[in-house]
């Protein structure tokens, strides 16, 4: 991939559309409780890109943005129609918070860092330490 190329990305059902531009600012792993609620997994993965890299194409308008209240800058947005998380600006500074699952191929960077490793919940384990099965397993 050449440095200048884009990324795509878009949500499950296909009616939201974005691109994000390299170079990436960082990527993260988030094990705070409210991405844990959000994302209803273990953690959120999370790539930030610099707003000016970032663009809308298709189904803008069906984003629903939820904005935690009481919090900073804790916010969602996803799909009203089939409730895939999308991008969103983060509040606070200039960058575009892009969860990492909806991108169509990989970002120009890797996960640098776990975050809020003190809050991951009590079940999480290691994805090194698991068995890998190529489908579903047993
Ligand atoms: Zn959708
Ligand atoms: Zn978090």
Same mark, same amino acid.
């Given at each position: 991939?050449?440095?200048?190329?884009?990324?795509?990305?878009?949500?499950?059902?296909?009616?939201?559309?974005?691109?994000?531009?390299?170079?990436?600012?960082?990527?993260?792993?988030?094990?705070?409780?409210?991405?844990? /609620?959000?994302?209803?997994?273990?953690?959120?993965?999370?790539? $930030?890109?610099?707003?000016?890299? $970032? /663009?809308?194409?298709?189904?803008?308008?069906?984003?629903?943005?939820?904005?935690?209240?009481?919090? /900073?800058?804790?916010?969602?947005?996803?799909?009203?129609?089939?409730?895939?998380?999308? =991008?969103?600006?983060?509040?606070?500074?200039?960058?575009?918070?892009? =969860?990492?699952?909806?991108?169509?191929?990989?970002?120009?960077?890797?996960?640098?860092?776990?975050?809020?490793?003190?809050?991951?919940?009590?079940? $999480?384990?290691?994805?090194?330490?698991?068995?890998?099965?190529?489908?579903?397993?047993?």
């Amino acid at each position: 991939m050449t440095q200048h190329q884009t990324i795509a990305g878009s949500c499950l059902c296909g009616s939201i559309k974005f691109e994000i531009a390299p170079p990436s600012t960082a990527f993260k792993y988030c094990h705070c409780t409210r991405c844990r /609620k959000a994302t209803g997994t273990a953690h959120a993965a999370n790539v $930030f890109v610099p707003q000016s890299q $970032f /663009k809308w194409l298709a189904g803008e308008s069906l984003i629903k943005r939820f904005d935690l209240p009481g919090a /900073k800058r804790f916010a969602v947005s996803f799909c009203t129609q089939c409730g895939t998380r999308m =991008p969103h600006k983060s509040a606070g500074n200039d960058n575009m918070l892009i =969860p990492a699952g909806v991108l169509d191929a990989a970002p120009d960077i890797q996960p640098d860092s776990s975050i809020f490793w003190g809050s991951k919940a009590g079940w $999480f384990v290691e994805t090194s330490a698991l068995p890998k099965h190529e489908e579903y397993g047993k």
